[in-house]
T-cell receptor, first 118, second 115 residues
Framework: AQTVTQSQPEMSVQEAETVTLSCTYD???????LFWYKQPPSRQMILVIR??????QNATENRFSVNFQKAAKSFSLKISDSQLGDAAMYFC???????????????FGKGTHLIIQP | DGGITQSPKYLFRKEGQNVTLSCEQN?????MYWYRQDPGQGLRLIYY???????QKGDIAEGYSVSREKKESFPLTVTSAQKNPTAFYLC??????????????FGPGTRLLVL
């Protein structure tokens, strides 16, 4: 079974600064997907970014980017120019790859609480 | 507007009572999921369904049941066999595409409390 570990229960950053959230995972699979979700106080889960394991290029979405190190099984999230609206819980998630399509659940880490200091 | 709706927002359960949480989506997604979130924890998979009239157990299915009679609906019943049902429940849906490239989108959640 796959496991996802987020070793930072809480992180704090000054507004406009850059912060990196860590995520490691354990799997015996070679193909899979990784995700970062954001959960603000409203508790709505919002997709931030995703990465296909077969792609070497790191995914980016505006101020959000990842550092994907497949050999190290590491998938960190970098948030540049932090804004007050970025304050939330951030969850790293893993999903197996299915070549023929098909659904599968996500395996989540326990989350990192990100605080933005004004 | 396309999206996923969950109702009610808050639900109270008495001891020995079964309660049903509603999840509806109008995204025309094939797959639907139920997750449970406890304080300080990530989400854990309860059940999922790839197509109508078919569903599979997730990691923590004991004490829960589901049905998938319509593509847009995937209700979750928390039975009296679930001894610790107090949690936040999230429903999600996704497209199934060849190659497995799909992203799950979540509803706003239901908070279940035991009286």
């Amino acid at each position: 079974a796959q496991t996802v570990t987020q070793s930072q229960p809480e992180m704090s950053v000054q507004e406009a600064e850059t912060v990196t959230l860590s995520c490691t995972y354990d799997t015996s699979e070679s193909d899979y997907y990784l995700f970062w979700y954001k959960q603000p106080p409203s508790r709505q889960m919002i997709l931030v970014i995703r990465q296909e394991a077969y792609k070497q290029q790191n995914a980016t979405e505006n101020r959000f980017s990842v550092n994907f190190q497949k050999a190290a099984k590491s998938f960190s999230l970098k948030i540049s120019d932090s804004q007050l609206g970025d304050a939330a819980m951030y969850f790293c998630a893993y999903r197996s790859f299915h070549s023929g399509g098909g659904a599968d659940g996500l395996t989540f880490g326990k989350g990192t609480h990100l605080i933005i200091q004004p | 507007d396309g999206g996923i709706t969950q109702s009610p927002k808050y639900l109270f359960r008495k001891e020995g009572q079964n309660v049903t949480l509603s999840c509806e989506q109008n995204l025309n997604h094939d797959a639907m999921y139920w997750y449970r979130q406890d304080p300080g924890q990530g989400l854990r998979l309860i059940y999922y369904s790839q197509i109508v009239n078919d569903f599979q157990k997730g990691d923590i299915a004991e004490g829960y049941s589901v049905s998938r009679e319509k593509k847009e609906s995937f209700p979750l019943t928390v039975t009296s066999a679930q001894k610790n049902p107090t949690a936040f429940y999230l429903c999600a849906s996704s497209d199934q595409l060849a190659g497995g490239i799909e992203t799950q989108y979540f509803g706003p959640g239901t908070r279940l409390l035991v009286l």
